[in-house]
């Protein structure tokens, strides 16, 4: 079922509840890994291999409508 949430320009999303036990639980399972730090040095080096995507909006050859 769809939320209608009021049109706000002060309100972005609803708030927040707190976490239940279960959830921070989970969470703690999740993270409390002993290989953490080699998969967090992982994720690194990929995203610093990534190069981003270009905009859609830019002309990747504008700099070039001088000389042409």
């Known amino acids: ?3 209608n949430y009021p049109i706000n320009p002060q ?3 609803p ?3 707190s976490l239940k036990e279960r959830d921070r639980k989970a969470l703690i399972e999740l ?3 002993g ?3 080699d998969i967090e040095a992982d994720v690194n080096s990929n995203l610093l ?3 981003p995507e270009p905009c859609w909006e830019d002309d ?3 700099f070039l409508r ?3």
Do not use: G, H
Request: a negative charge; proline letters at 8%.
């Open 1 to 3: 079922m769809p939320v």
């Open 11 to 13: 309100i972005y999303a």
């Open 15 to 17: 708030a927040f509840t």
């Open 31 to 33: 993270f409390d890994r």
């Open 35 to 37: 290989d953490i730090d």
């Open 49 to 51: 291999l990534m190069i």
């Open 60 to 62: 990747p050859f504008d």
């Open 66 to 68: 001088e000389y042409l």
